[in-house]
């Protein structure tokens, strides 16, 4: 399994690249975005969200980082 954070939202995205902090649900709403957690069951899977996500890049601001491998086989 992977797991990976994704955050949205220029302000979002600009919080996290100035303080390396995932922004907090009262950041938020103070500011707007989203940050989500997505687990993907392959590597396929994990491939085929990031490429969409990014797809949509020059729409919406996003970040998306570094996946967590739960199950080395999937890696």
Known sequence: MIKVTVIFGTEAV???????????????LDN???????????????????????DAEGWYDHSILEPEVIDEKLG
């Open 14 to 28: 600009r919080h996290y690249d100035e303080t390396g902090n995932i922004p907090s649900d009262q950041w938020l």
């Open 32 to 54: 707007g975005g989203v940050v989500d957690t997505k687990t993907f069951n392959t590597r396929e899977e994990y491939v085929a969200y990031t490429e969409g996500v990014n």
